[in-house]
């Protein structure tokens, strides 16, 4: 059915710049509002959508309020449409226009067409105005008595709606108790399905309030009312069944034979083909029989199929919505779709998110029967040209093969993987045979032979490097040249993750134990470059082997190389707990996201990401923009508790030099400095050390060695820090000849923070936070958004000063930048200091 | 709570929005610009239909180059919520006559408003059957708003009928049924020729043009019908000597009564006025595969490949499938390729990296081949080898079930007793026909 010629070819305005097209359609509306001319309403209807078109795309047009209300005294059903939908959309900003439109709308209120009833009745309700809900009572009192049933399924909507504007006017007209009639009587089963959608929310936020109210609540569970539905359930459409069912699903049968006759009550509902009724007549089975442990599983048989069609019919979308609740189910019984698997391998073009669901499902369902054809399976997409998900199914056959029993036939598959000599496969299997030896120690024979044959260039990924590392460690007197791939890998100890520096700390102390001639050179850098790391973690380590092998050589193989036994089970991510509260609220989005809904729904478990209306400039970098304050925060702290008072003034000086993301650097200057003495310390007292055994001590000898050697380089990394005198003065006069005189050292722009630009409503503000941080300031200027300063600077040890020049836009939140100084060697550190000075303010 | 959607938003590809329609007032107006930040404009777009932003879930759905995306703030039901869109754009498909894309929505943004406000009131899905809605928001309407005025009291009547999906009072000069049954099969075969896995999706589409309040009955010769039919009339079937099926499942339309078809096993049902989908099932027991695809692929050094296929049609000789197209990978680098073909014709198409093979009149129990080399432009750095997708196959075979699936009787019942013109169909297509090489 096309649509109206003219009108067809709409051309969508690509982008108006809105005001001059707004008061053109202003004039042309007033034309036309008085005018009885035939054919008005066809230019009437080209008016309103243009003007309806523009509201899609965001052009504000509230202006044409009154016209666009003077226009709707017409017969036309489309216009009243076009008008109710603009009205609907600007009473909220425009309360005191709306009211303009009370007058017409109660009046097609009562007009004779019920379609015009109905609309009219729609529209008022969705006013959202809160002084005008006294109209809306009468309408919605005579619409819910309508002889019609249309007005009536709108009156219904329209009482929830004025509930959420006014709950107390919505009580007081005592509409709930009008539902609850309507809903037990009602002729039309979509007056009866609104009756219920409206009564679940407005008794469920009164029942906080009410008693009567949470009765109310018990009521629509208890048995009468669940048969009234249940019997007439086939009335109902797709979506009113839905919420019955669900209502159903809460309801506790007092005997069993209720159970069973409500189930054959529902069976045919089985086979509706809307897949959501589908699910939600499964929800109802699953919980009636929770507490018959042989009916359960009957049950499971006989949704079993429904499901399967559910998953290969429909669009990707739907089927991703029934995966997820299969998996949920599988997790509980894996053995329902065990012999079904077929039916989750994967196609060719299906979307990634259904085949990382169905990889998940052939994890589940594997059992002794159907391994080795899943498996092999999985190893074909091992080949697939969609990575991740290449990725997944590797995954997926090394957590079988951890389920598994029969693993034999699993591990030449893994180790076959190795030799595929793709980077990212490599990857995966090297992980998974490190956690399959971690299960299994007796395939380390087999395992061994082929890792050693991977060259440690050839792994990138941090993780599979890791693991790597770990087996290399753990192996050490199987593979003949360990130590020399971990001396190699020690010598590029900064290219590597913190992740694979702890790593490889532990598996040269566990190499050194096995083979302590071969290892100790190693030992000796990794210990020195290891408390020299910048990371936390690695530092403590370092310095924890360290101190272990200087206490007693014995105890730290004890500690470092215990025998270990092999891990059974590994740790199971969810507690049952979470499981059961997740199956509880089958077919939700809980599923989905696999958490309960409080997680996701409670404003308290969510992230620190929050919509702000005011804001709106909503960035991919708000979250790490919260964090980063909250970081060098907590390094300020600490710093402040490990130094003294005096020396607070540098380490202030120190936070303003370490940029946006220097956090972590700057903390470890601070305590490289105490710790690389005490281990010095440590050194000299082991040197005392009675008999370490002739081995060892010959090995720390060598250690010594290695640290004294890389030790100078180490205190050399924490930056030169830049200190700036707090009580800097110059006059003006001064300032303006070495401004004149100094040539322009630096000139750059940088960003302020969002909340910086915004807390930069005058000059003031930001002269105060400078001047924390030993800028002063000494001539300031200009109004949002365009502001202009003068700073300077001077040197905490010499007279020799910085002066700045800073134009700051809050609106695109850039600062312009000329510094000059009269020690030009250290203008880059001041400005340095000085932007990220500027990029802090507004956090604190 | 089925779904309270708080809003819905139909977006193009580049993030414009071409409706938007607020339900409810509980999620911020700026939620589509969420939903361009931290979806569209990410590489997230297409790993995940269902987001978690804020406290809002986004639903979303490509369908042509449009995106729909539905906001909730509740734990609101997946399911539910994408069975809804896809309800609603069939509703829409069958107001602008086929099309759903950029430009018919632009086109029709008016009549899309309309029926939003009508499929859903304050995020609740209330009528989305075209059937009805049509009845009272028709393009007629806008056109001469007073000639319409005459029907509508009486189709909000039928909004909320008892026989929610028929009109009263039809008549038709001519009373004729059509029944097609359309089956898509899907086949995974690896390398060796082995069926990995293998099924039928059939569903049965019916076009009615029935005077009156019809009563219709269908018998197929699926197993459980036959049992049954056999057992309640107490005797052996009656000399039905052919295949019997058996369905693995089986959905209705609403219109099936369903107590009956779990009592007596048959499909009886009053049909809407025109097209409608009656059934769905789906087999996966004794399939007929109508091609076995017989692919060959040599690597001949690093530049040179042999490719030869082979296909077979394994229906009967007087059959013959419609718009055969076979497409093999070849590699990427694929400089050259030649080849012959005893049927049909082929082509290099470097865009999907593959030979499409077309053949246009596909008969029976024939095999015909491709045979071609390939010549690839040497690479250094392409050091891994060549992962081969699978072989696909697209095809139309008319008068075919993979199934086996046969019309036994089709019985139409009427008061008035008129006579009516039956016809069935039989049409078996491609779904998702992969080979692996």
């Given at each position: 059915m096309a649509p109206p010629a003219q009108s067809s070819r709409y051309p969508s305005p690509s982008q108006p710049s809105g005001k001059g097209e707004v008061s053109d359609l202003r004039l042309q509306l007033r034309q036309l509002a008085g005018s009885r001319a035939p054919g008005v309403d066809d230019s009437k209807r080209e008016l309103f959508k243009k003007v309806i078109s523009y509201m899609t795309i965001g052009?504000?047009?509230?202006?044409?309020f009154g016209e666009m209300v003077m226009c709707s005294v017409t017969p036309d059903i489309v216009l009243k449409k076009m008008c109710y939908l603009y009205v609907g959309n600007y009473a909220k900003v425009n309360p005191d226009l709306a009211l303009l439109t009370i007058n017409f709308l109660q009046r097609d209120c009562k007009d004779q067409d019920p379609m015009i009833r109905g609309l009219a009745l729609r529209s008022l309700s969705s006013l959202r105005v809160a002084n005008l809900v006294e109209y809306l009572v009468g309408p919605l009192g005579s619409g819910l008595k309508d002889n019609n049933a249309y007005v009536r399924t709108v009156a219904v909507m329209g009482a929830v709606k004025l509930y959420h504007i006014s709950a107390s006017t919505c009580i007081d007209a005592d509409f709930p108790a009008t539902l609850k009639h309507l809903m037990l009587n009602d002729s039309d089963s979509q007056v009866v399905v609104n009756c219920l959608f409206a009564l679940q929310e407005i008794w469920n936020s009164e029942s906080s309030k009410s008693e009567e109210a949470t009765r109310e609540k018990e009521g629509l569970i208890s048995k009468p009312f669940i048969y009234y539905l249940l019997n007439r359930l086939r009335e109902f459409n797709e979506w009113g069944q839905c919420l019955v069912l669900e209502l159903v699903a809460k309801y506790v049968p007092s005997d069993t034979n209720e159970n069973f006759d409500i189930m054959n009550l529902l069976e045919d509902r089985l086979q509706h083909a809307n897949g959501a009724v589908v699910l939600a007549t499964i929800k109802v089975f699953l919980q009636l029989t929770l507490s018959m442990a042989d009916v359960h599983q009957e049950v499971y048989e006989r949704i079993k199929a429904p499901l399967l069609t559910l998953v290969s019919s429909g669009s990707p979308e739907q089927s991703y919505a029934v995966l997820s609740h299969l998996h949920l189910l599988v997790m509980r019984a894996p053995y329902i779709f065990a012999s079904d698997y077929k039916h989750f391998y994967c196609q060719y073009n299906e979307p990634s998110y259904v085949k990382k669901l169905k990889l998940e499902m052939l994890t589940a369902v594997a059992n002794e029967s159907n391994t080795y054809e899943i498996v092999t399976e999985l190893c074909e997409y091992a080949a697939n040209v969609d990575v991740p998900i290449a990725r997944e199914s590797i995954r997926a056959v090394g957590k079988i093969a951890l389920q598994q029993y029969d693993v034999n036939a699993i591990v030449d598959r893994l180790l076959q993987f190795l030799e595929m000599e793709k980077d990212y496969v490599t990857a995966e299997a090297l992980v998974l045979v490190k956690d399959l030896l971690r299960k299994y120690p007796q395939w380390s024979h087999d395992c061994i032979a082929v890792v050693g044959n991977i060259s440690s260039k050839n792994v990138q990924e941090p993780k599979a490097k890791a693991a790597l590392i770990w087996m290399l460690g753990e192996y050490a007197q199987d593979m003949d040249d360990a130590p020399y791939i971990l001396e190699s890998l020690v010598e590029n100890w900064e290219e590597d993750a913190p992740e694979v520096r702890l790593h490889l700390l532990t598996a040269i102390m566990k190499c050194f134990f096995r083979r302590p001639p071969e290892t100790q050179k190693a030992l000796g850098i990794a210990l020195a470059a290891g408390v020299a790391d910048f990371h936390q973690d690695v530092h403590d380590r370092a310095l924890f082997y360290y101190r272990l092998l200087q206490y007693d050589v014995s105890s730290a193989e004890r500690v470092v190389n215990p025998p270990k036994q092999a891990v059974s089970v590994f740790a199971d991510t969810q507690s049952n707990e979470i499981k059961d509260r997740i199956f509880d609220e089958f077919n939700s989005l809980s599923v989905v996201y696999q958490k309960p809904s409080y997680m996701f729904t409670d404003k308290d478990h969510r992230g620190p990401f929050e919509f702000s209306d005011e804001i709106g400039?909503?960035?991919?970098?708000v979250e790490s923009e919260h964090e980063v304050p909250a970081t060098s925060v907590d390094a300020n702290e600490t710093s402040d508790l490990l130094l003294s008072t005096t020396e607070k003034e540098e380490t202030r000086a120190m936070v303003a030099n370490g940029s946006d993301y220097t956090a972590p650097l700057y903390d470890s200057s601070s305590r490289a400095l105490p710790s690389q003495g005490q281990s010095e310390l440590a050194i000299t007292s082991l040197l005392g050390t009675s008999d370490p055994g002739p081995q060892a001590s010959m090995a720390i000898d060598d250690l010594l060695m290695g640290l004294d050697l890389t030790a100078p380089p180490a205190p050399a990394s924490a930056p030169p820090s830049l200190k700036l005198n707090a009580r800097a003065a110059l006059d003006a006069g001064s300032f303006q000849r070495k401004w004149r005189e100094l040539p322009v050292a630096i000139s750059q722009e940088c960003e302020l923070s969002s909340q910086g630009a915004a807390a930069l409503t005058s000059a003031q503000a930001l002269l105060q936070h400078m001047q924390g941080n030993s800028i002063q300031c000494i001539a300031s200027g200009g109004q949002s958004p365009n502001f202009k300063f003068f700073f300077f600077a001077q040197k905490a040890e010499e007279p020799s000063v910085f002066l700045v020049e800073c134009k700051i836009n809050t609106s695109t939140a850039k600062a312009q930048l000329n510094i000059k100084a009269e020690d030009q060697s250290t203008s880059h550190e001041f400005s340095a200091l000085f932007q990220s000075a500027l990029s802090r303010f507004g956090m604190s | 709570m089925p779904v309270a959607a708080s809003a819905i938003y139909f977006l193009n590809l580049r993030g414009d929005v071409l409706i938007n329609r607020l339900y409810r007032d509980d999620v911020g107006g700026n939620m589509v610009d969420a939903f361009r930040m931290h979806i569209m404009q990410t590489k997230e777009l297409g790993t995940c239909p269902v987001r978690q932003i804020g406290g809002c879930s986004f639903f979303y759905m490509r369908i042509s180059n449009v995106y729909i995306v539905i906001v909730v703030s509740s734990n609101a039901n997946v399911a539910c919520a994408f069975k809804f869109v896809v309800e609603a754009v069939a509703l829409f498909k069958s107001y602008f006559g086929g099309a759903f894309d950029e430009d018919a929505i632009r086109n029709n943004f008016v009549l899309i408003y309309e029926l939003l406000d009508e499929i859903m009131d304050f995020g609740y899905p209330q009528n989305l059957s075209p059937e009805i809605l049509k009845l009272y928001i028709t393009q007629e309407g806008v056109r001469s708003p007073f000639s319409s005025k005459k029907p509508v009291p009486n189709a909000t009547l039928q909004v909320t009928g008892a026989v929610g999906w028929r009109r009263e009072g039809l008549a038709y000069k001519k009373n004729e049924v059509f029944l097609d049954i359309v089956e898509s099969v899907n086949l995974l075969m690896s390398s060796k020729g082995s069926v990995l896995r293998c099924d039928v999706t059939g569903k049965i589409l019916m076009k009615c043009f029935l005077s009156g309040m019809p009563d219709l009955k269908l018998g197929l010769n699926d197993k459980i019908g036959l049992e049954k039919e056999s057992q309640l009339k107490n005797r052996p079937t009656k000399r039905y000597h052919g295949k019997t099926i058996e369905l693995d499942d089986v959905t209705f339309h609403q219109c099936v009564n369903l107590t009956r078809f779990n009592s007596e096993k048959t499909v009886s049902f009053v049909p809407p006025d025109g097209e409608f989908e009656l059934m769905k099932y789906r087999i996966t027991e004794g399939v007929n595969l109508p091609f076995r695809v017989l692919p060959t692929i040599k690597e001949l050094g690093r530049t040179r490949m042999e490719v030869n296929v082979k296909v077979k049609s394994v229906f009967g000789a007087k059959m013959f499938a419609l718009g055969v197209v076979i497409k093999i990978p070849v590699p990427k680098q694929t400089a050259k390729t030649s080849f012959q073909v005893t049927s049909g014709r082929a082509k290099y198409n470097a865009s999907i990296d593959c030979l499409v093979w077309k053949i246009r009149k596909f008969p029976g129990q024939t095999e015909p081949t491709l045979s071609a080399e390939i010549e690839l432009i040497s690479t250094i750095a392409e050091k891994k080898s060549w992962t081969r997708p699978p072989i696909q196959m697209e095809f139309q075979v008319p008068m075919f079930t993979a199934s086996g699936l046969r019309v036994r009787f089709l019985k139409v019942w009427e008061k008035s007793g008129y006579n009516t013109v039956e016809w069935v169909r039989y049409i078996t297509k491609a779904g998702s026909y992969e080979v692996r090489c």
């Amino acid at each position: 059915m096309a649509p109206p010629a003219q009108s067809s070819r709409y051309p969508s305005p690509s982008q108006p710049s809105g005001k001059g097209e707004v008061s053109d359609l202003r004039l042309q509306l007033r034309q036309l509002a008085g005018s009885r001319a035939p054919g008005v309403d066809d230019s009437k209807r080209e008016l309103f959508k243009k003007v309806i078109s523009y509201m899609t795309i965001g052009i504000d047009v509230s202006s044409l309020f009154g016209e666009m209300v003077m226009c709707s005294v017409t017969p036309d059903i489309v216009l009243k449409k076009m008008c109710y939908l603009y009205v609907g959309n600007y009473a909220k900003v425009n309360p005191d226009l709306a009211l303009l439109t009370i007058n017409f709308l109660q009046r097609d209120c009562k007009d004779q067409d019920p379609m015009i009833r109905g609309l009219a009745l729609r529209s008022l309700s969705s006013l959202r105005v809160a002084n005008l809900v006294e109209y809306l009572v009468g309408p919605l009192g005579s619409g819910l008595k309508d002889n019609n049933a249309y007005v009536r399924t709108v009156a219904v909507m329209g009482a929830v709606k004025l509930y959420h504007i006014s709950a107390s006017t919505c009580i007081d007209a005592d509409f709930p108790a009008t539902l609850k009639h309507l809903m037990l009587n009602d002729s039309d089963s979509q007056v009866v399905v609104n009756c219920l959608f409206a009564l679940q929310e407005i008794w469920n936020s009164e029942s906080s309030k009410s008693e009567e109210a949470t009765r109310e609540k018990e009521g629509l569970i208890s048995k009468p009312f669940i048969y009234y539905l249940l019997n007439r359930l086939r009335e109902f459409n797709e979506w009113g069944q839905c919420l019955v069912l669900e209502l159903v699903a809460k309801y506790v049968p007092s005997d069993t034979n209720e159970n069973f006759d409500i189930m054959n009550l529902l069976e045919d509902r089985l086979q509706h083909a809307n897949g959501a009724v589908v699910l939600a007549t499964i929800k109802v089975f699953l919980q009636l029989t929770l507490s018959m442990a042989d009916v359960h599983q009957e049950v499971y048989e006989r949704i079993k199929a429904p499901l399967l069609t559910l998953v290969s019919s429909g669009s990707p979308e739907q089927s991703y919505a029934v995966l997820s609740h299969l998996h949920l189910l599988v997790m509980r019984a894996p053995y329902i779709f065990a012999s079904d698997y077929k039916h989750f391998y994967c196609q060719y073009n299906e979307p990634s998110y259904v085949k990382k669901l169905k990889l998940e499902m052939l994890t589940a369902v594997a059992n002794e029967s159907n391994t080795y054809e899943i498996v092999t399976e999985l190893c074909e997409y091992a080949a697939n040209v969609d990575v991740p998900i290449a990725r997944e199914s590797i995954r997926a056959v090394g957590k079988i093969a951890l389920q598994q029993y029969d693993v034999n036939a699993i591990v030449d598959r893994l180790l076959q993987f190795l030799e595929m000599e793709k980077d990212y496969v490599t990857a995966e299997a090297l992980v998974l045979v490190k956690d399959l030896l971690r299960k299994y120690p007796q395939w380390s024979h087999d395992c061994i032979a082929v890792v050693g044959n991977i060259s440690s260039k050839n792994v990138q990924e941090p993780k599979a490097k890791a693991a790597l590392i770990w087996m290399l460690g753990e192996y050490a007197q199987d593979m003949d040249d360990a130590p020399y791939i971990l001396e190699s890998l020690v010598e590029n100890w900064e290219e590597d993750a913190p992740e694979v520096r702890l790593h490889l700390l532990t598996a040269i102390m566990k190499c050194f134990f096995r083979r302590p001639p071969e290892t100790q050179k190693a030992l000796g850098i990794a210990l020195a470059a290891g408390v020299a790391d910048f990371h936390q973690d690695v530092h403590d380590r370092a310095l924890f082997y360290y101190r272990l092998l200087q206490y007693d050589v014995s105890s730290a193989e004890r500690v470092v190389n215990p025998p270990k036994q092999a891990v059974s089970v590994f740790a199971d991510t969810q507690s049952n707990e979470i499981k059961d509260r997740i199956f509880d609220e089958f077919n939700s989005l809980s599923v989905v996201y696999q958490k309960p809904s409080y997680m996701f729904t409670d404003k308290d478990h969510r992230g620190p990401f929050e919509f702000s209306d005011e804001i709106g400039n909503l960035t991919v970098g708000v979250e790490s923009e919260h964090e980063v304050p909250a970081t060098s925060v907590d390094a300020n702290e600490t710093s402040d508790l490990l130094l003294s008072t005096t020396e607070k003034e540098e380490t202030r000086a120190m936070v303003a030099n370490g940029s946006d993301y220097t956090a972590p650097l700057y903390d470890s200057s601070s305590r490289a400095l105490p710790s690389q003495g005490q281990s010095e310390l440590a050194i000299t007292s082991l040197l005392g050390t009675s008999d370490p055994g002739p081995q060892a001590s010959m090995a720390i000898d060598d250690l010594l060695m290695g640290l004294d050697l890389t030790a100078p380089p180490a205190p050399a990394s924490a930056p030169p820090s830049l200190k700036l005198n707090a009580r800097a003065a110059l006059d003006a006069g001064s300032f303006q000849r070495k401004w004149r005189e100094l040539p322009v050292a630096i000139s750059q722009e940088c960003e302020l923070s969002s909340q910086g630009a915004a807390a930069l409503t005058s000059a003031q503000a930001l002269l105060q936070h400078m001047q924390g941080n030993s800028i002063q300031c000494i001539a300031s200027g200009g109004q949002s958004p365009n502001f202009k300063f003068f700073f300077f600077a001077q040197k905490a040890e010499e007279p020799s000063v910085f002066l700045v020049e800073c134009k700051i836009n809050t609106s695109t939140a850039k600062a312009q930048l000329n510094i000059k100084a009269e020690d030009q060697s250290t203008s880059h550190e001041f400005s340095a200091l000085f932007q990220s000075a500027l990029s802090r303010f507004g956090m604190s | 709570m089925p779904v309270a959607a708080s809003a819905i938003y139909f977006l193009n590809l580049r993030g414009d929005v071409l409706i938007n329609r607020l339900y409810r007032d509980d999620v911020g107006g700026n939620m589509v610009d969420a939903f361009r930040m931290h979806i569209m404009q990410t590489k997230e777009l297409g790993t995940c239909p269902v987001r978690q932003i804020g406290g809002c879930s986004f639903f979303y759905m490509r369908i042509s180059n449009v995106y729909i995306v539905i906001v909730v703030s509740s734990n609101a039901n997946v399911a539910c919520a994408f069975k809804f869109v896809v309800e609603a754009v069939a509703l829409f498909k069958s107001y602008f006559g086929g099309a759903f894309d950029e430009d018919a929505i632009r086109n029709n943004f008016v009549l899309i408003y309309e029926l939003l406000d009508e499929i859903m009131d304050f995020g609740y899905p209330q009528n989305l059957s075209p059937e009805i809605l049509k009845l009272y928001i028709t393009q007629e309407g806008v056109r001469s708003p007073f000639s319409s005025k005459k029907p509508v009291p009486n189709a909000t009547l039928q909004v909320t009928g008892a026989v929610g999906w028929r009109r009263e009072g039809l008549a038709y000069k001519k009373n004729e049924v059509f029944l097609d049954i359309v089956e898509s099969v899907n086949l995974l075969m690896s390398s060796k020729g082995s069926v990995l896995r293998c099924d039928v999706t059939g569903k049965i589409l019916m076009k009615c043009f029935l005077s009156g309040m019809p009563d219709l009955k269908l018998g197929l010769n699926d197993k459980i019908g036959l049992e049954k039919e056999s057992q309640l009339k107490n005797r052996p079937t009656k000399r039905y000597h052919g295949k019997t099926i058996e369905l693995d499942d089986v959905t209705f339309h609403q219109c099936v009564n369903l107590t009956r078809f779990n009592s007596e096993k048959t499909v009886s049902f009053v049909p809407p006025d025109g097209e409608f989908e009656l059934m769905k099932y789906r087999i996966t027991e004794g399939v007929n595969l109508p091609f076995r695809v017989l692919p060959t692929i040599k690597e001949l050094g690093r530049t040179r490949m042999e490719v030869n296929v082979k296909v077979k049609s394994v229906f009967g000789a007087k059959m013959f499938a419609l718009g055969v197209v076979i497409k093999i990978p070849v590699p990427k680098q694929t400089a050259k390729t030649s080849f012959q073909v005893t049927s049909g014709r082929a082509k290099y198409n470097a865009s999907i990296d593959c030979l499409v093979w077309k053949i246009r009149k596909f008969p029976g129990q024939t095999e015909p081949t491709l045979s071609a080399e390939i010549e690839l432009i040497s690479t250094i750095a392409e050091k891994k080898s060549w992962t081969r997708p699978p072989i696909q196959m697209e095809f139309q075979v008319p008068m075919f079930t993979a199934s086996g699936l046969r019309v036994r009787f089709l019985k139409v019942w009427e008061k008035s007793g008129y006579n009516t013109v039956e016809w069935v169909r039989y049409i078996t297509k491609a779904g998702s026909y992969e080979v692996r090489c």
